[in-house]
């Protein structure tokens, strides 16, 4: 049994309490839904005074903590205080940043269970080049890429060919005192190159790579896994994007699972003796050929339409955590589809700005927007069963237009 899951089954003697954080992100509004409906006691947490998640009728108290990218000390000494006080079962972290400072620092969350693996297998993953260097030994397709340790170390006149991804080993940098926020940059030419590697800090100091550029289209394959055991895999397809020429799903539709891609993610998954939820992303040529990108270690933007297809990823991660014996799931509802709503009119709003979109490029973007959509079809935050959460990002959406 994974050090992440519990010695034993919960008591039935009280109701299961899970706190999750994060919660004005999306996924954590999805993950407290499904575990509210799965007859747990929910509780979540944030930094700012009131969140997404917290007004969710599943939520059944709120608590707000320290920024844990700003003041992560004090984070971890709330999340102690705040374990040792409430007893809770099980802590569900939605973001990159909770669940590593988490990780690093198990010792505070007493009885208090984690469901992820152990801190070092989280950052073979998470880290790039860690992972790129594991897949090759694996069999998995890579894009073609080299590692530098600094930016001192590249000689920009041995780069020939352009477009090259420069692409930071880890989207989150922890110094030891606080968090560095990286991005991935599109490099057309010698002189940007040079440019960025001069200009941006952390390339001083910090391991990265350049990467050959691979045309095609993203794919995801989202998995669930006891112990290095597969249990569940998920896949869907982005109808639209924000921003419109790549970015994050606004609106979705559940897909059939490639074959070949799986196969991958189940040799990568396998080899390192995964426990928990993951995000493994491709990049798919034209001709069909995938190339492995990166895997996030947490829940993903889109994780309510996998719960409304059929794959209740939160509920299912649970039932592990608590020790219940669960079948393997293979089979979902296809063409499912999930709307984020303001996130689609962002979306709509910058094509129809976006001066490389022809007049009825940006007239079919408006009428898809407007066209009702029947079927197998849901808003991600607007729930009528629920409403409070689609209330709150209204405002916050509107203050932030104002401001």
């Not at 008591?11 to 799965?38: F, W």
């Not at 794919?219 to 006891?226: M, P, Q, S, V």
């Not at 569940?232 to 639209?240: D, K, L, P, T």
């Not at 933007?301 to 996998?306: F, I, R, T």
Request: glycine residues 6%; proline residues 5%; hydrophobic residues 40%.
């Amino acid at each position: 049994m994974s050090d992440s899951r519990m010695s034993g089954r919960i008591s039935n003697s009280r109701k299961p309490h899970i706190l999750v954080l994060d919660a004005n992100q999306r996924s954590a509004l999805a993950v407290t839904r499904s575990l509210g409906k799965s007859k747990v006691d929910v509780s979540t947490a944030d930094s700012s005074i009131a969140s997404l998640a917290g007004c969710s009728k599943y939520s059944l108290s709120y608590h707000q903590y320290p920024s844990p990218e700003q003041r992560p000390a004090d984070f971890l000494e709330w999340i102690e205080g705040t374990c040792s006080q409430y007893k809770f079962d099980a802590i569900f972290p939605t973001t990159e940043i909770t669940s590593q400072l988490l990780l690093m620092n198990k010792t505070g969350l007493g009885t208090c269970v984690l469901p992820f693996p152990d801190y070092q297998t989280v950052m073979s993953l998470a880290d790039k080049g860690k992972l790129l260097t594991s897949a090759g030994a694996a069999g998995i397709p890579v894009p073609d890429y080299r590692l530098f340790n600094k930016a001192a170390e590249v000689a920009v006149e041995e780069f020939t060919s352009f477009p090259v991804v420069l692409k930071p080993c880890l989207s989150r940098i922890w110094t030891g005192q606080g968090w560095i926020n990286t991005s991935v940059t599109m490099i057309n030419n010698r002189e940007e190159l040079s440019r960025t590697l001069d200009r941006t800090d952390y390339l001083q100091r910090y391991p990265f790579m350049i990467q050959a550029f691979v045309p095609g289209h993203g794919a995801g394959l989202f998995a669930l896994y006891d112990s290095g055991q597969p249990v569940a895999y998920f896949s869907h397809r982005r109808i639209r994007e924000k921003p419109p020429r790549g970015g994050v799903s606004v609106v979705s539709e559940s897909a059939p699972v490639d074959t070949q891609l799986q196969e991958y993610a189940e040799a990568l998954l396998t080899r390192a003796n995964w426990h928990g939820v993951a995000m493994v992303e491709f990049r798919v040529t034209d001709r069909g050929l995938p190339y492995l990108m990166e895997v996030n270690t947490r829940f993903w933007g889109s994780l309510q339409l996998a719960i409304d297809a059929g794959v209740d990823f939160p509920r299912l991660l649970w039932e592990i955590t608590a020790g219940q014996a669960i079948e393997p799931q293979s089979e979902y509802r296809i063409g499912q589809r999930l709307r984020w709503l303001l996130g689609d009119l962002d979306s709509l709003y910058l094509a129809l700005k976006d001066r490389d979109y022809s007049a009825r490029q940006k007239l079919e973007r408006l009428v898809g927007f407007l066209t009702p959509s029947f079927g197998h079809f849901r808003y991600e935050v607007n729930r009528w069963g629920d409403l409070k959460p689609a209330w709150f990002e209204l405002r916050q959406y509107v203050k932030d237009l104002v401001r």
